[in-house]
C-alpha cells in the first residue's frame, strides 16, 4: 500500500467507479460517494458543455448536505474525467469548470500533459492517470501525475492486454505513489485480490451500468446482466483505440462481432460524428459473469462490502 495523498485517504471503501461513456451522471455520481466509494464521469458526458456547471454544482451540493447530515458517515470524494487527446476541444473549458469547482480528482485518459496536471494541482486536487501498460506509467508520473490506473486485460471501455499481475508488479518495482487497477472486477473478493497484488484501489466500471442510477438503457443494463466474458469482443473499430464490448450490440447494428476490420488509430475520436454513429454499440468488461440483477447502485456497493468481508474472513482463517 502507498502513502495516499488527503484526497484518497477520504475513501471509506477502496473502490473507485469508473467514469462510464456516456453512461455516467450525477445521480450515479452522488449514490456511489454516499456509498463510500469515490464516484465519476467523463466531463465528455455533459452535453452541451454547459451543462457541465450544472451537474457539477448538483454534485457539490448533494455531497455537501449529506455530509452535514451524516458527520459520521461522509461521502467520498468524486472524480471528473477528462480525455487528453487533440479530438477533445473541451478540454479548457471542461478545465475551467473543474477548477471553479475544485474537483477532488481528476483522471486523465489517452495522453498525459504537465500542464493538465499542474492546473489541477493548484487548486489541491489529485491526478490519476490510466495506462495500459508499464512504459505509458512511467511517462505518466515523469509529466507529473500523482497516481495511475492500471487498466489491464478485461475490463471494459478501452482496456490493455496485460495480465493484472504482470502489470501491478511492474509498477509497483518502480512506483510507490497510489494505485488503482482495473480489468474485470466485480465482487468484493476482486477487490481484495487487487489490494493483495499491491494496489490500493479497486476501479469497477461495468458492475454499475446494471444500476438504477446509471444513464444506460433499460436494453443495456439487462445484457449485462444476461452476458458473461464469452459476449465481450476486443475491438478498435469504434473509436480508434482498442477496447471490449458487449457482442449482441455489435449484431444489432449489423456487424459480425467476429469478423470485425481494423480501425484506423489516427482517426481516434470521442464525440461528434463518431459518437453518434456509435453511440449503440456497448462497452462492457469481462467480470459481468458477477452480475445478476439491476440493482440501486448503493445495494452494489454493500454487496461489493459484503463480499470483500466474507474474503477476508476467510483469508484469516
Known sequence: MSSLPAALQRVPFPVIGAPLFIISNPKLVIAQCKAGIVGSMPALNARPASQ??????????????HDQAHPDQPSAPFAINQIVHKSNDRLEHDMGLCAKYKVPIVITSLGAREDVNQAVQRWGGVVLHDIINNFFARKAIEKGADG???????AGGHAGVKSPFALVQEIRSWFKGPLALSGAIATGDAVLAAQAMGADFAYIGSAFIATDEARASADYKQCVV????DDIVYSNLFT??????????IRAAGLDPDQLPESDPSTMNFGGEARKAWKDIWGCGQGIGAIDQVVPAAERVARLKR????ARTRLAL
Open 148 to 154: 495511475l490506473i492500471a487498466v489491464a486485460a478485461g
Open 52 to 65: 457541465l456547471d450544472e451537474w457539477l454544482d448538483e454534485i457539490t451540493q448533494a455531497l455537501a448536505a
Open 307 to 310: 463480499e470483500y468481508a466474507a
Open 226 to 229: 444476461d452476458c458473461n466474458s
Open 240 to 249: 480508434g483505440v482498442h477496447g471490449n464490448y458487449l457482442k449482441p450490440s
